[in-house]
């Protein structure tokens, strides 16, 4: 496995020990952490602003000494790099004599070129105008040794098709800070080499101001800061090495570390892209001119192993406290949009078919909800129970259980008569095919649709987001509604839901259903049942809906292409599934989901919770024909390669022996 041909470049941020003002040392401490992020795969490698000499020189920096030394530490630096790329600052006095305070980018032996820091703070504890001009306006070459380069602030670098911007500390803290141009440039990646001191509380605006900038700009953002070696007679600096992605911190170092501090992360750069195709308003901003490109003479290095770690569940948060946040407001969206819709519509009462299921259940808790938000008993709630050829005596009793216990009238309306009738009529045989099984969804759907007439109410929606994305809906029956709660709920997260509602909303007696409900495998009911248990589960034909749900996050989420998904997926269930089940799931899920398609074309009304939707309104739009010809046969390349790779190790063992 190479994660880097799926788009993954490591990136290191070093805080080397530091000796202020002696520029060789330093060379030598940062050659030795830019030595271990090589070895360790890193593509790139950034140190901390004016790592060179250190940032607390002073007046050193005016002196023919220090800038001279720093100048051969440079070349030094550079000199000694190989395939990884070192970012690195240190003081340089131009040719025509102003002072800046850059940033050097260097890869086999020789400097790309340099970017001059353009915010220069002069308040509170900083004086940096009393030796540095701002590079904002600077374009300069400028030779170190034999070797040519370009000085300026608009340049990027280019590492095998993945661009990297550099901006210097106080640079990020402006009202208009220059990542933002050389993201609009093109720059996935952004450095900045820093030197901020610590204060009470600056760690954590420094961490939200990096995890914030990545997110306006849809970037990787790198951060390094001086560490604690640095002089102490006034500041003490703390050695914050950050990395954010697109919002999301990825990772960050332990401060105050004497014996320097390093920091690896691997990011995405191929989601990156994905992001900012989807993202119209990034894509629509204006580009800025005249920037730069320095080509390196290496693409991203080849990763045989990633840093990064991916969750089961996606959908759902890990940390109990945020995922009681979550189903709070999760729940609230739902129930305010069903109220919303009741009252546009001039409808005083909710329609809902209770299967005994997850999915109804949900559905159900949303409509008492919407129900108090309007101010209404839940006498409005009609709650219809439809027992049908393929209907266990489990959930019939759950589905009765639900209600008496939620204080709800139920009606039972059977609809074997209904469906026997009705099969007679067109000629059916008595088989049990998609006929015998559909006719009973839509004698249901008839069923409620019919009630909402007779009652002015409205038909609520219960299938899940993982449904509609796998199909598993009949068409123009339990596929269709007046308004949807659940469709923008994955199956893993209704479970969650229902979970949280039991344990913090429920009294004894309902927290009891719903544990009941949660325990019952799922079911689509629709062949006859096995001495009245449960004849039919779902994911014994479909497969584990935990990868399914994981399967449509990287779909549509990260945009993962077929192989991608196998590999991540390997991350997140290798302990759990073998590689050849995961393929065979995905390839389930692949097929299923462009088939599908023409039922979520018609899909009603609903809300959207999360950033994953379906709905053809807004969120995701598919030709009806579209195949998956293309992303088969890229699942199947990747699990040959897969099998070519792991005969070619066995084959080197037996060798060996």
């Known amino acids: 496995m190479d994660y880097a041909r799926h788009g993954f470049v490591r990136a290191a941020a070093a805080a080397p ?3 202020v003002g002696n520029p060789a040392a330093n060379a030598a401490a940062i050659l030795a952490a830019y030595e271990a992020a090589a070895g360790a795969d890193a593509t790139l490698v950034v140190t901390p602003e004016l790592a060179v000499t250190g940032y607390t020189c002073e007046d050193l920096f005016t002196t023919d000494q220090l800038l001279d030394d720093a100048r051969d530490a440079v070349a030094t630096l550079a000199g000694a790099t190989g395939d990884a790329a070192l970012f690195v600052g240190a003081p340089w006095r131009l040719a025509d004599g102003r002072l800046v305070n850059a940033a050097f980018a260097c890869q086999r032996g020789r400097i790309l070129g340099a970017v001059p820091k353009s915010a220069n703070p002069n308040h509170e504890e900083f004086y940096e105008r009393r030796w540095f001009v701002s590079g904002a306006d600077i374009r300069a070459d400028e030779r170190c ?7 300026r602030r608009d340049q990027l670098f280019d590492f095998g098709g993945v661009r990297v911007g550099v901006e210097i500390c106080e640079d990020l803290w402006v009202p208009e800070p220059p990542s933002a141009g050389h993201a609009l440039a093109g720059a996935e990646l952004i450095v900045n080499l820093s030197a901020s001191n610590e204060l009470v509380g600056k760690a954590d605006y420094r961490r939200s101001l990096v995890c914030m900038q990545s997110a306006r700009l849809i ?9 604690p070696t640095e002089s102490v007679k006034d500041l003490v600096f703390g050695g914050h090495l950050i990395a954010a992605e697109n919002g999301q911190l990825l990772d960050e170092a332990p401060r105050f570390q004497l014996e320097g501090a390093r920091l690896e992360v691997d990011f995405d750069c191929q989601k990156l892209r994905h992001d900012r195709v989807r993202n119209a308003t990034f894509a629509h901003s204006r580009r800025p001119a005249g920037y730069a490109l320095a080509t390196a003479d290496a693409a991203p290095r080849p990763l045989p192993k990633t840093k990064r770690r991916y969750a089961k569940h996606p959908f759902v948060p890990q940390d109990e406290q945020e995922l ?6 999760i729940l609230a969206i739902q129930a305010t949009g069903l109220a919303r819709r009741m009252r546009s519509a001039d409808i005083r009462t909710l329609v809902v078919g209770l299967s005994g299921g997850l999915d109804s259940t949900l559905a159900f808790l949303v409509c008492m909800d919407a129900l108090a938000a309007n101010g209404l008993p839940l006498t409005a709630l009609r709650a219809i129970t439809l027992p049908g050829p393929g209907t266990s005596a489990h959930t019939l009793a759950s589905a009765r259980a ?51 007439n007779a009652t002015q109410g409205l038909v609520v929606g219960t299938g899940d987001l993982s449904e509609l994305a796998l199909g598993w809906c009949t068409y123009n029956a339990d596929h269709m509604a007046h308004y949807n709660v659940n469709g923008g709920v ?24 719903l544990t009941r409900v949660l325990d019952t495998p799922i079911t689509p009911e629709l062949l006859p049942a096995e001495d009245g248990a449960i004849g039919q589960r779902t994911e014994a034909i479909l497969g584990p809906y935990e990868l399914h749900d994981f399967f449509l996050y990287h779909l549509l989420r990260t945009g993962a292409g077929a192989a991608k998904t196998l590999a991540l997926a390997q991350l997140a269930f290798g302990a759990d599934y073998s590689a050849a089940e995961l393929a065979r799931w995905l390839r389930v899920f692949l097929t299923r989901f462009y088939a599908a398609q023409f039922k979520r074309s018609a899909l009603p009304p609903g809300p959207k919770v999360g950033t994953v939707s379906l709905s053809p309104r807004g969120d995701w739009r598919m030709p009806d024909e579209a195949t998956p010809a293309a992303a088969l046969a890229a699942l199947d390349a990747a699990v040959q390669k897969a099998a ?13 022996r």
């Open 17 to 19: 020990p530091v000796e």
């Open 145 to 151: 040794g034999d070797a040519a380069f370009e000085m």
């Open 219 to 227: 970037c990787g953002y790198l951060y390094a800061g001086s560490g």
């Open 324 to 329: 009681g946040a979550r189903a709070r407001e």
């Open 402 to 452: 639900l209600a008496a216990t939620a204080g709800a009238p139920l009606q039972e309306i059977p609809i074997h008569a209904a469906v026997a009738g009705h099969l007679e009529d067109i000629g059916h045989d008595g088989r049990h095919d998609v006929a015998f099984e559909n006719a009973q969804a839509r004698e249901r759907t008839q069923v409620l649709f019919d009630v909402a």
């Open 490 to 513: 994955p199956k893993t997260l209704v479970a969650y839901l229902v979970r949280w509602y039991g344990r913090h909303r429920a009294d004894e007696g309902l927290a009891a259903v």
């Open 644 to 656: 070519d790779g792991a005969a070619q190790e066995n084959c080197s063992r037996r060798v060996e």
